[in-house]
């Protein structure tokens, strides 16, 4: 009896190890990310399809939505990884660790720094949400200027449309998507980024001026 109990212990063991963490096990990690996360710091969950479930107990003041559709990982200096069931973040393969520690039985935690950070020295997506873009829909006969409204209805027409459009757009023709505005898109990938939609009205094309910046 003695290798028969000893055997379902083991088989106890492997199959509680790679169940994956619950709410709690989250809610638990959370003081422990507010204390080291820096400004500017990046939260990573690994494997990535647990960032919902992340996302609902640690909340959006930790994983923020700008952060889930970043563009790339590169313009962040530090990352924390929440690693869970043996996984390791893949989009910061090459970052140098300089902290690791256990939380509970279920996640660890690990600090990263990249070793060549760029600077975004102007974002223009952030221009676009911010309503300092110049719009125009332009035709072979004349232009039509594309006016930046807030307080639209905020549309989301679901799967095989066209994304969600924001509360705040420029308004160029009269359905919602005859817009342009900062939304959320999936990739190749089928990985959510913040993005511009944009779309060119049939037999022209859309503008997009920005002020000069500054230097």
Not at 19 to 24: H, I, M, T
Not at 55 to 82: C, K, N, S
Not at 178 to 185: D, I, R
Request: hydrophobic share 40%; aromatic share 8%; glycine share 8%.
């Amino acid at each position: 009896m003695v290798p028969l109990v000893g055997l379902a212990e083991l088989i106890l063991h492997l199959f509680f190890a790679r169940r994956p963490p619950a709410a709690e096990d989250f809610l638990a990690a959370r003081p422990r990310v507010e204390a080291l996360k820096r400004p500017g710091d990046l939260l990573l969950i690994a494997p990535r399809w647990l960032d919902p479930h992340a996302r609902a107990a640690l909340g959006p003041a930790l994983l923020p939505l700008r952060d889930l559709t970043r563009p790339e990982e590169a313009r962040y200096r530090r990352a924390i990884v929440l690693e869970a069931m043996g996984q390791r973040a893949q989009e910061i393969a090459g970052w140098r660790e300089i902290q690791r520690e256990t939380l509970g039985s279920k996640l660890s935690l690990a600090i990263f720094e990249n070793p060549t950070p760029i600077s975004v020295v102007r974002d223009l997506v952030d221009e676009v949400e911010a309503g300092l873009a110049e719009v125009t829909w332009v035709f072979p006969d004349r232009e039509v200027v594309c006016p930046w409204k807030t307080g639209q209805r905020t549309v989301a027409t679901g799967l095989f449309s066209h994304p969600t459009m924001p509360a705040q757009r420029y308004v160029c023709g009269g359905q919602p998507w005859q817009s342009v505005g900062v939304t959320v898109h999936d990739d190749q990938d089928f990985r959510p980024r913040r993005c511009v939609w944009a779309p060119p009205p049939q037999g022209g094309y859309v503008r997009l001026r920005f002020p000069p910046g500054e230097g």
